[in-house]
């Protein structure tokens, strides 16, 4: 079961902004746009091309004259806002709406997010609608995210709170080399082999050496032991005695 | 003390891509900025707009010929793939990255960040230069991110983890209401409807009673609004005019 909660832009702006947001939401796979009363009507030509591919999210999306028609279905809202505001809400981040999204569905309850306008953001009428404040967490002294951009952390939030095949880590060893030593190892490694005919083309260069360079990174060697690596090649591109 | 892993971008085509990056960077608080062979020189005269502001990042921005002289100081370096690699590395979604980053910065040591080409991402030999593969978590249907949204997931996880101004969960900046003031609204509701032969009998009073405390109590009511519906069950109380 996925969660598929409304992205309800309130009197958006920009045909651009509008697809942008698209991409956006099927990045990670929502597909409930709501607008109201977007400035320049709907459709707007300007969204398709901004979507990038996301046309199903624009071609499905609804069209409604106030808010409250637009969360009329909706049993959880969030109001995403930067500014404070003078309204008793509990406030959320994106992952903590995530997780209220996610038991609200586990609920059988719908939810909805509503985002502002591009230059001024949501009234605090638009906000009365709401359950919850959304707040981003961001720089203090350069908070303006554009449109798409908060949508994306939202959506993001949600589809990791559902998604069950993300990648897991593998472990990895600890105070690893700087890049200049590992590539000097690397260097080095390959310009004594060089010498001696080791890469057997051109052609095959690019992928032998890749090859090292990958062995050598993932060893996870210690300066220490970048160190007694160089010795090593060294000694055995002596002679033998 | 604040994490400020460097964001590589290799090779970046558009400078208004450049300038998105910017912004995105120091929304959450990034300014170390490496630009390899960005394909169109730098400055570039596209990017400064695009910021909106962010210029600080831009003017900061070093270039670099090679992904191996962008990191050469740097002890831990994330590739950001959409596509599989058949490379052997440890791959990390964005909030994972970030605790391992947390965790480098604490013994003193520097991590990066590589994102690749709009059009084609990281080459095999770019990766090459990682330790772990970064990968987000995406619909795997629509799964291409944009430059700047690949990077504002990843800052905003930086953000997030090294954040200690969160907001937390309140459900009320001014505080609820205290059970004095909430147990004499109910008392005065109840009254008011007992005057009225609400309760139908004395055997459902405690129930019906139950009901309207649970009601009054889970609204979370702020000292404020107690004092708002007082007022309202006064007037309403009133014979009519």
Redesign the interface.
């Known amino acids: 079961m996925k969660l598929n909660p409304a992205i309800i832009l309130v009197q958006p702006q920009l045909g651009e902004n509008i697809g942008k947001t698209a991409?956006?939401m099927?990045?990670?796979?929502l597909t409930d746009m709501r607008l109201v009363a977007p400035r320049d009507g709907w459709p707007n030509p300007s969204a398709g091309p901004a979507a990038?591919?996301?046309d199903m999210v624009l071609d499905n999306a609804k069209t409604f004259d106030t808010v409250a028609d637009a969360v009329a279905d909706c049993h959880r809202v969030f109001a995403a806002t930067v500014r404070d505001r003078?309204m008793?809400k509990?406030?959320?981040?994106p992952?903590?709406a995530a997780k209220m999204v996610s038991e609200s569905f586990a609920s059988g309850l719908q939810s909805a997010f509503l985002f502002g306008r591009e230059a001024s953001g949501l009234s605090n009428d638009d906000v009365s609608h709401a359950d919850t404040v959304l707040?981003?967490?961001?720089?203090?002294s350069?908070?303006?995210?554009?449109l798409?951009?908060a949508v994306?952390?939202v959506a993001?939030e949600l589809?990791?709170i559902s998604?069950e095949?993300?990648?897991?880590?593998?472990?990895?060893p600890e105070?690893?080399?700087?890049?200049?030593e590992t590539?000097d190892l690397h260097q080095h490694l390959a310009s004594e082999l060089d010498n001696r005919g080791y890469f057997r083309s051109e052609d095959r260069r690019?992928t032998q050496e890749?090859t090292l360079?990958?062995l050598i990174?993932?060893a996870?060697f210690s300066s220490q032991e970048v160190h007694t690596l160089r010795g090593v090649i060294k000694s055995l591109s002596r002679p033998k005695r």
């Open positions: 991409r956006a099927l990045n990670f796979g990038a591919g996301a003078d008793p509990p406030v959320a981040t992952g903590e707040t981003v967490p961001v720089n203090p350069f908070g303006s995210l554009n798409a951009q994306i952390l993001y589809f990791n998604d095949t993300k990648p897991h880590m593998t472990a990895h105070g690893p080399a700087n890049k200049t590539e690019a890749r360079r990958n990174l993932n996870g």
